[in-house]
Nanobody, 113 residues
């Protein structure tokens, strides 16, 4: 079965950093495009970053220069390094197999003083 397990969320001060992790199983990870989404209260889910099997990367404009998506095919893991966090980054972050309806359980990120 396909499974995505996320970790790394938490409460941080504005300007702080977090690293989110997503461990995948049940897929041929090295051939799979991956993505991170987030959903803030009352808002629509939005794409944050994506990385293809060929390591092509895209970021939402709001996070460009602050967030970094990466993957390690040997570990079947995709990360989202988040720096210079802002209160507007507060959301539940979800790992996703790109263009699919396979999602992780979500990990909450709260940026607040």
């Amino acid at each position: 079965q396909v499974q995505l397990v996320e970790s790394g969320g938490g409460l941080v001060q504005p300007g702080g950093s977090l690293r989110l992790s997503c461990a995948a199983s049940g897929i041929f990870f090295r051939f799979t495009d991956m993505a991170w989404y987030r959903q803030a209260p009352g808002k629509q889910r939005e794409l944050v970053a994506s990385i293809t099997s060929g390591d092509r990367i895209n970021y939402a404009h709001s996070v460009k220069g602050r967030f970094t998506i990466s993957r390690d095919n040997a570990k079947n893991t995709v990360w989202l390094q988040m720096n210079a966090l802002k209160p507007e980054d507060t959301a539940v972050y979800y790992c996703n197999i790109a263009t699919s309806d396979y999602w992780g359980q979500g990990t909450q990120v709260i940026v607040s003083s």
